[in-house]
């Protein structure tokens, strides 16, 4: 009876070329010559685990501050890749399309799970299109985007070969309610990921698409959660060293497992004592927008000095401003489905946001870039 083990890859491709496990181990002594800054750091990091390394030095986004380096232990790489493979049932000789920026840790962890997995791993630099850089005929059992790249990848007709995957994690910003509906046109199941560089990845998921959906975030396996006493998450769990990390992330805990997020304990502002989440009002702008049929742009809202309030709702719009009736229209809709508190005080047009090394959204610099 012939054998229907899957052959284990012995190599990688990465922006197109071909290099092989054996190589990579020996790098950098016989490394390619014609290498770009981000292949060789990929390779680097693949080397460090083919080799055994037992501690990764890891950079966070920077999207909520400064960014930092934080130390992580193989071992709780492992655990994390470990999890998610369970939970897709990702096996040996499968095929994932890493196409996240690998030097954070929602790509690096595209890595470690293939590998761990023994999958075939397709790596391409990140672009708003990741499929445009692969052959058409290219097929693959899991991936991971940013919801730009996935906005992208539909607008391009790409759904047909997103529907041949087990799963799709979509990551690094949120997503909004226009994209969410555009889900719907999936079979694949596409999950919304919550985690952080501490938790190695992600911890829980949320279904975004399919009578499965939900609002609300389930941890996987073995993830204590708890919460503190401002009401911001707290977890738990082998991925973090079995440290209690505290989270500025305020939830509403259903159960021991499931939570609903609400926002930034840090992202509150408070206008004329009255505390007022930040999420909340960008939410119905967003929806504001899309009724009124207005062309999707990306916005926020922050806070601004006020000598009244104390501090004020201000709006950021990515793009030119609006015509003045739009705006007006904007503004009457937005004052009847928020309190005096919450309303934005100002629209402020930023011609383009300014985002993290890593493609988040970097609020405090968008917002000084207008003072």
Not at 90 to 116: A, I, K, Q, Y
């Amino acid at each position: 009876m012939p054998d229907a083990t899957p052959l284990l890859p012995d190599s990688l491709l990465l922006n197109g070329r071909e290099f092989r496990y054996d190589d990579i181990r020996q790098y950098p002594a016989n490394s390619p010559t014609d290498l770009n800054g981000y292949e060789a750091r990929v390779l680097d990091f693949v080397r460090q685990w083919l080799n055994g390394a037992l501690e990764f030095g890891l950079q966070t986004s920077g999207s909520t501050g400064q960014p930092q380096r934080v130390s992580m232990q193989r071992r709780q790489l492992e655990a994390s890749a470990r999890r998610t493979g369970d939970y897709f049932d990702l096996g040996p000789g499968e095929r994932m399309l890493v196409c996240l920026n690998c030097e954070f840790v929602g790509g690096l962890m595209m890595l470690v799970r293939g590998l761990e997995r023994h999958m075939h791993l397709t790596i391409v630099e990140p672009q708003a299109d990741p499929l445009a850089l692969v052959p058409p005929d290219a097929r693959f059992d899991f991936t991971s985007f940013v919801p730009l790249q996935l906005r992208a990848v539909l607008a391009a007709g790409h759904a047909p070969r997103l529907n041949q995957m087990k799963g799709i994690l979509v990551g690094g910003a949120s997503v909004d309610k226009a994209l969410e509906k555009q889900l719907q046109q999936l079979t694949v199941p596409v999950y919304l990921t919550y985690g952080m560089t501490e938790t190695a990845s992600h911890i829980a998921l949320r279904r975004l698409n399919g009578p499965q959906a939900t609002p609300h975030y389930r941890a996987l396996p073995g993830i204590h959660l708890g919460q503190d006493a401002r009401g911001c998450l707290t977890i738990r769990a082998d991925v973090t060293n079995d440290q209690l990390i505290t989270t500025n992330d305020r939830v509403q805990l259903l159960d021991e497992h499931t939570f609903e997020w609400l926002g930034r304990a840090d992202f509150v502002i408070n206008s004329g004592g009255v505390k007022v989440q930040a999420e909340k009002v960008e939410l119905l702008l967003e929806v504001a927008q899309a009724e009124l049929g207005l062309p999707h742009r990306r916005a926020f809202v922050a806070a601004r000095p006020d000598e009244r309030l104390g501090e004020q709702v201000t709006a950021y719009l990515e793009g030119a401003p609006l015509p003045q009736e739009q705006e007006q229209q904007l503004l009457s809709l937005l004052r009847k489905r928020l309190s005096k508190y919450e309303r934005p005080r100002q629209l402020i047009y930023v011609p383009e946001f300014h985002t993290t090394a890593s493609g988040k959204l970097d609020r405090l610099r968008t917002a000084r870039s207008v003072e």
